[in-house]
């Protein structure tokens, strides 16, 4: 504990040891303020494991490897990035698919919970600084559990006719958004169905054809039911030109390439 000289005029000594004890003074308080700061919440990052890496990803992408106690970034769709880096004191990671929380204790991360099961409470100090990092951890994890689940990802660039098999059953969520592609021109569309399970999602996109004369409809239609996504009869595609009607087939072109489960 810092204790203060009680200077006096023409008394106190000016002098080496008093100036010293100043510049004590000011190197203690700096001190404290730098191991403050490292601990003070500045953001939460989104993680899709805490574990090995996972098999499907998008550029951006972030994982926690437990072996090598780093983070990896995804550099392209499924492809990972061989340098990982430091994890951060000042951070609370959150795991989407999980939708757990973890804090680096500075050599892992260690589980504190999930997401609705944890509230900051700042008891120990009405400092501007701790009262915000408490009220500000609350609101982002309050927003997390808002955040969607991961139910399936595809990098392909061709269309199937086989089953979607998804990470969990439908009948655990309120909704889900269906993202889609046309697997000619990459245009894409999304469909969200509300309590989803046993029901059909019709997926649909028209646009100006590649030639600039025609217009393309694509459609694909799938029974959701349990954790699978059937694709129905109805499906194909269409063409129309100035003259109408031009050309129709039985021909699946719309590519389902991400499903998001919300609670």
Known sequence: MYIKTNWQ??????????????EDGIEAVDHRVDNTNEFIIKKIVELLEVGSAPITCVEGDKYFNTTTNKIYTATAINTWG????????NAIYYVINT??????????????????GINVVNEHSTSETDVYSAN???????????????????????ASTSDINLNDSLANYNYVEIFFKDSVLQSCGSVKIYQPNNKVANMYCMFQGSSGTNCQFKNANYNLSGNKMTLTNNYGEATANDNGYSSASKTLQLIVYRVIGYK
């Open 9 to 22: 005029n023409d008394v106190t000594e000016v002098d080496a040891t008093h100036m010293n004890h100043i």
């Open 99 to 116: 939708k757990k929380t973890y804090v680096y204790n500075g050599t892992t991360l260690i589980n504190i919970g999930d997401v609705g």
């Open 82 to 89: 061989t340098t990982g880096e430091d994890a951060q004191k």
């Open 136 to 158: 500000y951890v609350n609101s982002a994890l309050s927003d997390k559990q808002n955040n969607g689940i991961l139910l399936y990802s595809s990098n392909s660039t061709t």
